[in-house]
């Protein structure tokens, strides 16, 4: 093996995991569980927000064809 890492003893390699570990452990679970629901939510109204700005789209569409329909438009010949 090279001299640069004749150092390294195998037993000292392990990772305790000590109770603070353990603690930042589940709450930075904890923390990515929440921003996961907040970002679904916030998807869910995007979605439903959408929805309803086609549907009053579609509406204004629709009230105006059956105006124009109702007073169509005289075109002169010239």
Known sequence: MSPLFSYVKYSEASFPMTG??????????????????GY????INDEIKQKEKEERINAKVQR????????PTNKKTV
């Open 64 to 71: 105006k064809k059956k105006l124009e329909s109702l007073y």
């Open 20 to 37: 603070q570990y353990t603690a930042l452990l589940l709450i930075t679970s904890f923390i990515w569980v929440l921003l996961w629901f």
């Open 40 to 43: 679904r939510q916030n998807k």
